[in-house]
């Protein structure tokens, strides 16, 4: 599995209805996972779950992430992730 290492501060999404903002930037040994949802106490499990498969999917294992969620569905969750890991990371220089 490859590594990607994140190396700058990025970010992807908004904080419109239905959307999600997710920043991130280089971590500290493993991954800082910070949610704030309109709807955490039904679906922040689940939120937490997709955020955490891509960023594994990405291969990122040292990061800070926060998102702020406003009823995002997963496909957007994983979109904005990856978004953000792309800007972040040296694979934006390709």
Known sequence: ??????TKMAKAGS???NDILVMISPGEGKIDLEI???VYNQYG???RKTILDTLQEEGVTDAKVIVKDK???DFTIR???KACVKRGSEQDEL
């Not at 599995?1 to 994140?6: A, D, L, R, S």
Request: charged share 35%.
């Open 79 to 81: 979109a904005r992730v």
């Open 71 to 73: 009823g995002a569905l």
């Open 15 to 17: 904080v419109e209805s």
């Open 36 to 38: 704030e949802s309109v």
């Open 1 to 6: 599995m490859h590594e990607t290492k994140i």
């Open 45 to 47: 499990d689940d939120i």
